[in-house]
């Protein structure tokens, strides 16, 4: 499994108060980057190509119930806090569960500084902590998928009421999730994902969780000054980050593996991971924010691609079978399963062996064409049996073979007569030798995709 860098100062903080925490590390580095990432989003925005585009990491904490989901949510919290000032308390809501709440929301707070010193601000920081009530709702509203697609990627989003029109540019909204992986798997669909709707959202499987000796002990104190500076340096005006030229040749091969790796993975699992590349760059643009920086160099981009890349492998193991087709199993007949019990008996069985398995009555069974009923008596005074065959030509598998046996009185039913007649079982002693068709010796496979081996 792939070990992410926990970089710049968040990740020094993260690394500082890990020893603390009955969680995963991960899920606070994770968390707190997506806060960080809207927090400068209203500014700051990354650039390849000559096209800005927005910094804005959406991320899902995903495990069960008690793996410190929340626990993560509360250490990210505690490491920015006291950097990012008031942000977090003013611009952090949840609940959003339709199109039109989104763009609502956005628009009031946009509204509501649009004549203040700072000028307009349209971040916000959303977080589930129980997604999955919210996807349970939002699949009524046809649009909510669109105006989630228009948020990450940054363009205007809208809204037409009675009153007045709504109308946001440039949002800076985050989502951060949580959710177990069964609830993954159900509500976060492959039709969703292969639209774009989920697959711009980071999912991280959660480690499981340490347990400390003394649950009393605090988290000690962050020094925040440095990424507290970080922060008015990214807020103070527009900045666009780009590549620095020690990092485009890895930036190469970050492109190469998404390409790559999406052709060769089944589609049900390559839909979630289309957009590699693109949240590699926008991860080490976060990076490069916190180290005030407007160029990403080639150590923050690897430090970016081992977080990307561990989200890769953990979006293939959520929707590891997706591509696997549902095989909807047919009831048998009451024919099959007659001929089931019998030749599961050797090719003959009794009504005591057929008729409580099958939920039949004897006249039902009689009344198939491809079985044969015979009434046997053992001796002169012995009860007679009745006895089910399958027809000549009808037996999907060939009976097993009979042991020789004595001569039996068999009594068959015709017409309502009874004729006795005496069979005897002579074993035929020619066998046809079988024929053995052995299988081709196994070709090794070759890996066709060297990326592979980095899931």
Same mark, same amino acid.
């Given at each position: 499994m792939n070990t992410p860098v926990l970089y710049g100062p968040i990740g020094r903080a993260v690394r500082k108060i890990a020893p603390f925490l009955e969680a995963d590390a991960l899920g606070v580095y994770v968390a707190a980057l997506s806060m960080w990432s809207a927090a400068i989003g209203g500014t700051v925005k990354v650039s390849s190509r000559g096209n800005a585009r927005p910094v804005l990491l959406w991320s899902a904490l995903v495990a069960g119930t008690g793996r410190g989901k929340g626990t993560a949510l509360r250490a990210a919290l505690h490491v920015l806090d006291r950097s990012l000032g008031r942000f977090l308390a003013t611009h952090t809501t949840s609940g959003i569960t339709s199109g039109a709440s989104m763009v609502h929301h956005l628009w009031q707070q946009q509204e509501a500084t649009a004549e203040t010193e700072a000028g307009t601000d349209r971040r916000c920081v959303v977080v589930e902590e129980e997604w999955t009530e919210v996807l349970k709702r939002v699949k009524r509203d046809p649009s909510f998928t669109t105006k989630l697609r228009a948020a990450w990627d940054g363009t205007t989003l809208r809204n037409t009421t009675k009153e007045e029109a709504q109308e946001v540019r440039d949002p800076a909204m985050v989502l951060h999730s949580h959710i177990t992986p069964s609830d993954w798997a159900k509500y976060v669909g492959e039709s969703e994902a292969a639209g774009g709707s989920y697959n711009r959202i980071l999912p991280f499987l959660l480690g499981s969780v340490p347990m400390l000796d003394d649950d009393r002990v605090s988290l000690p104190e962050v020094d925040g000054r440095e990424l507290s500076d970080a922060y008015g340096w990214a807020t103070a005006r527009p900045r666009v980050i780009t590549l620095a030229e020690d990092a485009r040749p890895l930036w190469r091969i970050v492109r190469r593996y998404a390409r790559i790796l999406g052709e060769t993975l089944p589609e049900g699992q390559a839909v979630f991971i289309e957009r590699t590349a693109e949240q590699t760059l926008r991860v080490a643009a976060c990076l490069a924010a916190s180290e005030c920086s407007e160029t990403i160099t080639e150590e923050m981009l690897s430090a970016a691609f081992t977080l990307v890349r561990r989200s890769v492998q953990d979006a293939v193991r959520i929707?590891?079978?997706?591509?696997?087709?549902?095989?909807?199993? =047919? /009831?048998?007949? !009451?024919?099959?399963? @007659? #001929? %089931? #019990?019998?030749?599961?008996?050797?090719?003959?069985?009794?009504?005591? =062996?057929?008729?409580?398995?099958?939920?039949?009555?004897?006249?039902? @069974?009689?009344? !198939?064409?491809?079985?044969?009923?015979?009434?046997?008596?053992?001796?002169?005074?012995? #009860?007679?049996?009745?006895?089910?065959?399958?027809?000549?030509?009808?037996? #999907?598998?060939? %009976? !097993? /073979?009979?042991?020789?046996? /004595?001569?039996?009185?068999?009594?068959?039913?015709?017409?309502?007569?009874? @004729?006795? =007649?005496?069979? %005897?079982?002579?074993?035929? !002693?020619k066998e046809t030798p079988v024929q053995v068709k052995r299988s081709p010796a196994p070709v090794p496979v070759v890996a066709a995709n060297p990326f592979r081996a980095l899931l």
């Open positions: 929707t590891k079978g997706a591509d696997a087709p549902k095989v909807k199993r =047919q /009831p048998l007949s !009451l024919a099959d399963k @007659v #001929r %089931a #019990r019998i030749e599961m008996h050797g090719g003959r069985a009794t009504s005591s =062996q057929v008729l409580p398995y099958v939920g039949a009555s004897a006249s039902e @069974v009689k009344a !198939l064409p491809e079985i044969v009923v015979t009434v046997e008596r053992s001796g002169k005074t012995g #009860r007679p049996a009745t006895v089910f065959t399958v027809r000549d030509g009808d037996s #999907r598998h060939a %009976a !097993l /073979p009979k042991e020789p046996g /004595p001569a039996k009185r068999t009594v068959m039913e015709s017409n309502g007569a009874k @004729v006795v =007649q005496m069979d %005897a079982y002579r074993p035929d !002693l």
